[in-house]
């Protein structure tokens, strides 16, 4: 059984930069600035389908596209997912490999897991267990999971539709999982879509683009309150309002970017180099050879893979 804490006393209003409540609309598509970071990477960009099923699109840094598969079918009921975290994967003691990550199903949050033989196919001891309700005013969903020796950080992030970013601390204990707010900060009704770019063992820093087309970094101490003392920084000041959900991946001391306007059910790669405010490179990498008409995206991260390091 489950357990799911939730926060219940007043929420107070730790307020960030003006500039994220929006604006008008620039019309142009981003085309990028100069990076000359050399890597070699790629992105594994997930997604639920409308059926139901796990599916994985991995690209490289020339945009072509290495692989694309259904991971496991009929993992969801059909067309019942709106948010995705972060699902990660990787070899079992068992044998296969094991999937886990939370999704919201409706107005419920839900924790999910299954196993698969190795690379994907059938699912067994899947589990898709709700968690709890109330989860209807959220418009984005992660999960930051950070790996030492000796212990394992699982902080989630979730944006309601006021403008309020939450955190929330993810514990196992023996079998059961719980979850408690420990910090929100206001300011964020201008946000259009979000992804994490960066986790330590002090901070996360989620990349954001608003509906006024202007893109942002925004790093979250993970001491400091309740009130988290978020730093935003904007990285450029218009055209990137097209896109509708962001995907990143580790890539050299920067990260990769999948950026996915689902109006042209299109997506594109970019090279965002370590984030500095406007003093930093963003390479266009071309139009993503894949196929963007899932409704909900998400990064698949292995259990032994690189941590975000974007900034």
């Not at 107005?107 to 001891?125: E, F, I, K, M, R």
């Not at 539709?161 to 300011?187: A, E, I, M």
Request: charged letters at 15%; glycine letters at 14%.
């Amino acid at each position: 059984m489950i357990k799911w804490a939730r926060y219940g006393g007043a929420v107070a209003a730790g307020v960030v930069s003006a500039a994220l409540l929006g604006g008008g609309f620039a019309a142009a598509q981003p085309t990028g600035g100069a990076s000359t970071s050399g890597a070699t990477c790629s992105i594994k960009a997930g997604s639920v389908t409308a059926g139901g099923d796990h599916r994985l699109q991995t690209f490289g840094t020339d945009a072509a596209k290495i692989e694309d598969k259904i991971v496991a079918k009929d993992i969801y009921p059909d067309g019942q997912v709106r948010l995705s975290a972060t699902m990660r994967f990787g070899a079992t003691e068992v044998g296969g490999d094991a999937h886990t990550g939370p999704v919201i199903m409706g107005s419920s949050l839900y924790d999910t897991s299954y196993l698969t033989p190795a690379g994907g196919g059938t699912v067994s001891q899947k589990q898709v267990t709700r968690v709890g309700g109330g989860w209807d005013v959220y418009r984005s969903l992660d999960r930051s999971t950070v790996v030492t020796a000796t212990t394992q950080r699982d902080t989630e992030y979730s944006l309601h539709t006021d403008g309020t970013l939450y955190r929330r601390n993810v514990v196992t204990k023996d079998g059961v999982t719980s979850r408690q707010v420990t910090g929100w900060q206001s300011g964020y009704s201008g946000v259009k879509a979000m992804t994490l770019i960066s986790q330590t063992s002090t901070y996360d820093t989620f990349l954001m683009t608003t509906t006024s087309g202007k893109l942002y970094t925004a790093r979250l101490p993970l001491a400091g309150g309740q009130v988290i003392p978020g730093v935003v920084k904007e990285v450029r000041g218009s055209t990137w309002q097209g896109f509708e959900s962001l995907v990143a991946a580790p890539c050299g001391d920067g990260t990769l970017l999948l950026a996915i306007d689902k109006d042209s059910a299109s997506g594109y790669l970019y090279h965002v180099g370590h984030a500095n405010g406007t003093a930093t490179t963003i390479a266009s990498l071309g139009k993503a050879a894949g196929t963007f008409t899932d409704p909900t995206y998400f990064l698949w991260k292995n259990f032994t893979g690189q941590d975000l390091n974007g900034e």
